[in-house]
């Protein structure tokens, strides 16, 4: 299944010499998007045969390259299932709410325009100049999983992608103090609906060039007027500042993500480090506890000091 759902577009790129060359590279794009969300989707079985995957659209770039994606691989999966688009309109302060509607009308896409005034109950319960955005949050999901079921939803799919994820992890570390980023598909916490991030392995860059290269009529996210998580743009600075330092560096976090190893962490839920004894056997490839760890030459972690000395007692 993984192979169909990863098939890559195959059209040739046409056009005169310049745009040709701008349709090759948004034909790569298109390609590399396919298969991340593709390989997303089979990795973690987020679509299977019947679903109605609910797509939730925001009006910005994410959620709209999320759909177009979503759209071209229904169109060759292995599977066959349906997708409807669900905005809410929270009656935020100067929302052109044509937009939307207009646009999933030229796409061809079954819709539904959920209006519902979060906005005004935002406004009267949150104190002046607390921030709106939990209760905000709050109020979208409920309306949203309401919406699901309203419309037989299987699935609701949420357009946050690699770097959401990997922020987030930080997000957690720092303020949190957890080692936990942001599932690619969970359960909702009113064990009703499956949630799904098809966009999980998606960088924001390619989405970022997609946007620009599609003309998605993007609605800006400020409406409300409220600073979105200003701790979330602090760590996005952060990480794109690590990458432009050392190139490579949000992949290998991002790999990272999915290659854990509990026993050699400190939680002692995932690990019996109280049991542990001696097998009395040698393994080649067990812990060589005295030595340092080995980082491969061509890591970009070669960029920091090099891990000499280990400490012993
Ligand atoms: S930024 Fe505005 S719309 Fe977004 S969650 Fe916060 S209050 Fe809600």
Not at 3 to 16: F, K, L, M
Not at 42 to 64: H, P, Q, R, T
Not at 274 to 291: H, M, Q, S
Request: charged content about 25%; overall charge neutral; proline content about 7%.
């Amino acid at each position: 299944m993984s192979a169909v759902w990863n098939d890559e577009a195959d059209a040739a790129p046409a056009g005169t010499a310049n745009s040709a060359k701008i349709e090759r590279e948004a034909h790569k794009l298109e390609k590399r998007l396919c298969r991340e969300v593709g390989r997303a989707i089979s990795d973690f079985n987020m679509i299977e045969a019947g679903d109605k995957v609910m797509v939730c659209l925001s009006g910005g770039k994410d959620s709209y390259g999320m759909l177009d994606i979503l759209l071209k691989l229904k169109a060759r999966a292995p599977v066959h299932f349906d997708l409807i688009a669900v905005n809410l309109d929270q009656k935020q302060p100067g929302f052109p709410e044509d937009v939307l509607p207009a646009y999933l009308k030229q796409v061809g896409v079954p819709f539904h325009i959920e209006e519902q005034d979060t906005y005004s109950i935002v406004k009267r319960v949150v104190p002046e100049g607390k921030t709106t955005c939990g209760l905000c949050s709050r109020l979208r999901r409920g309306i949203l999983y309401r919406v699901a079921d309203e419309l037989g939803a299987t699935k609701i799919a949420l357009g946050h992608h690699r770097d959401d994820i990997l922020a987030t992890f930080f997000l957690n570390m720092f303020f949190a103090a957890k080692l936990k980023a942001m599932p690619p598909k969970l359960v909702s916490d009113d064990g009703r609906h499956v949630v799904i991030r098809p966009l999980a392995y998606v960088a924001e860059k390619d989405l970022v060039r997609w946007a620009q290269h599609r003309g998605f009529p993007i609605i800006p996210c400020n409406l409300c007027g409220s600073q979105e998580n200003l701790q979330r743009q602090v760590v996005g600075d952060m990480l794109r500042d690590w990458e432009r330092k050392h190139p490579g560096r949000i992949e290998n976090m991002f790999s990272a993500l999915q290659n854990i190893a509990p026993s050699h962490l400190l939680d002692g839920t995932l690990h019996d480090f109280k049991g542990l004894k001696p097998t009395g056997v040698a393994d080649e490839n067990g812990d060589k506890a005295f030595d340092p760890p080995e980082l491969p030459p061509s890591s970009p972690a070669a960029g920091l000091p090099a891990l000499q000395v280990v400490k012993i007692g």
